[in-house]
């Protein structure tokens, strides 16, 4: 199977014009459409994906006591 992914905006009345597909002409091909994540006149510049690619990245982190025991009263086995 031969898999062309190609996105296009709807025009007002809803129809949908594909053009420049890499079939030949008289071949069957099967369409499925789905709605577009992010809409294809947003991601100019970057993926929005990438934009939360990494949430954390120069953000002050700071650890009290990291080696602390926590719930130790939640543990039945030290009772």
């Known amino acids: 199977m031969n898999a062309h992914k190609i996105e296009v905006v709807l025009t007002e009345d809803g129809t949908l014009t594909l ?15 789905l709605e577009a994540k992010t809409p294809q006149h947003q991601s100019a510049t970057k993926p929005q994906s990438d934009n939360n690619r990494y949430p954390l ?3 002050v ?7 602390e025991p926590v719930a130790l009263e939640d543990w039945e086995v030290l009772q």
């Open 19 to 33: 053009q420049d597909l890499p079939f030949y002409a008289g071949e069957a091909v099967e369409v499925i459409i």
């Open 57 to 59: 990245h120069g953000k």
């Open 61 to 67: 982190i700071r650890y009290d006591d990291p080696t």
